[in-house]
């Protein structure tokens, strides 16, 4: 586990209008530093743009670590796609995926009297006040009971309202900067507020959480907690404590080759086997969430359950028929698809349907590649530079620079997160793996 950081939180801005001024307060800062630094660039001195990047970022990363919720979730999304950030803002906002301020000792003691009616050390018999991990919708306390070490998931005050209360802020303000129609977007921006919301919900991720677990079970160097229902709460959730470390720490002991391929091995099957069999898939898959060790040559513990995405039939249909061979080799086939999928519509010109089909054929052909060969090394910078320059050259385009309104299903805005998470993970591994049944 990470040091615990020095300074706690003894406050989170909850209301709407806190939360604003927060967001206001940081405009005013980010401002302030491009007054600064073009000041000076304009009397002579230097002012690098990194030292710039690096400033806001800082600043940026202050408020999102403050007001927690959906923000601090934006910038842990972020950070899985680090071609799309400056340096800086990449750095920092990586830190989300493992650490952020915790709560001071009175808050969590509260959330504890709130849902039991005792404090946290007359609940177990012993009690760290230390989180040991902070993240975006709690932190994570150790703890025993009857000789067992226990993770503690304690939430933050007032997060399922905040999240509620930062959509509708900031809603208005994509919509204007984007030109969007709110009734376009609606679908897209209700699929991530449920999930969301949903991750407040601990009940229901006790739920999940077993029920992955087990029907995992058979699933080979993967090790799921146990979870205690008679100590957990709608706040608060408690669990097995699993050995283990953090990706970045995890690399740092230098692990081989072979364990390196049998964790990344892990990973691709059990979400394939979650896509395929369950379909449903733990769709947050930031390397805050597992926990890797060398044992029995390299074994996965998988935690947090909060963000899991129910995939209906016809949507695991469409999403492997997309990958499919075939689709790439036929137009045709693959246009019928993408109209069924909403990134086609109706009433496009020729020329916009034939640009869409061309730009989604390179597409698939180079993110779906993994899913068709037998085996594949993710450990080979040439894909990753392939797919960075993708992504750089779609970025480009004119056709989607000028898009006003979103295309696709709004099923694959967490589908699509999960294997940016997923491929990230396996490329920080450098794994080799077999990417087929055998």
Request: aromatic residues 8%.
């Amino acid at each position: 586990m990470s040091d615990t950081p020095a300074k706690s939180l003894t406050s989170l801005p909850t209301t709407k209008v806190a939360r604003a001024a927060r967001f206001a307060k940081t405009g005013l800062n980010v401002g302030a530093n491009y007054v600064k630094h073009y000041a000076r660039r304009a009397v002579g001195a230097d002012s690098p743009m990194a030292d710039l990047h690096a400033a806001n970022a800082a600043e940026l990363y202050g408020t999102l670590s403050e007001m927690k919720g959906s923000v601090l979730k934006v910038a842990q999304m972020l950070a899985m796609e680090k071609n799309l950030l400056p340096t800086a803002y990449a750095d920092q906002f990586a830190q989300a995926q493992y650490q952020t301020p915790p709560l001071s000792g009175p808050l969590v003691v509260k959330v504890f009297r709130d849902a039991f009616g005792k404090s946290p050390f007359e609940v177990f018999d012993e009690f760290d006040r230390q989180a040991r991990q902070a993240a975006s919708i709690g932190q994570v306390h150790l703890a025993r009971k009857d000789g067992l070490e226990l993770a503690v998931k304690v939430q933050y005050p007032g997060v399922a309202d905040s999240i509620r209360s930062d959509i509708r802020l900031v809603k208005p303000i994509a919509l204007r900067v984007l030109g969007l129609d709110e009734a376009t977007v609606r679908p897209y921006m209700q699929e991530v507020e449920t999930r969301l919301i949903e991750e407040t919900d601990y009940a229901l991720e006790l739920r999940r959480g077993q029920e992955i677990a087990a029907a995992c079970a058979s699933l080979a160097h993967l090790q799921f907690p146990r979870y205690y229902p008679e100590l957990s709460s709608a706040r608060i959730l408690t669990m097995d404590w699993l050995p283990g470390q953090h990706l970045r720490e995890f690399l740092l002991t230098e692990p081989s080759q072979q364990v390196r391929n049998q964790l990344g091995q892990a990973l691709w099957d059990f979400y394939m086997f979650q896509l395929n069999e369950l379909r449903r898939v733990h769709a947050d898959p930031h390397p805050g969430n597992f926990l890797l060790r060398p044992d029995d040559g390299g074994t996965v513990g998988v935690l947090d359950f909060g963000c899991v995405k129910e995939i209906p039939e016809d949507v695991h249909r469409l999403f492997n028929d997309l990958l499919a061979p075939a689709t790439l080799s036929d137009p045709a086939r693959l246009a019928a698809l993408l109209t069924e999928g909403g990134v086609l519509h109706a009433d496009d010109p020729a020329s916009r349907r034939d640009f869409y089909v061309q730009t989604m054929q390179a597409s698939l052909e180079l993110v779906g590649r993994p899913f068709r060969e037998p085996t594949f090394d993710f450990g080979d910078p040439s894909y990753m530079q392939a797919l960075y320059a993708l992504g750089d050259g779609l970025l480009q385009e004119p056709e989607l620079r000028q898009q006003r309104e979103p295309r696709g299903s709004e099923h694959f805005i967490y589908l699509n997160r999960t294997y940016v998470g997923l491929y990230a993970l396996l490329t920080e591994l450098k794994a080799s793996i077999r990417t087929q049944p055998e």
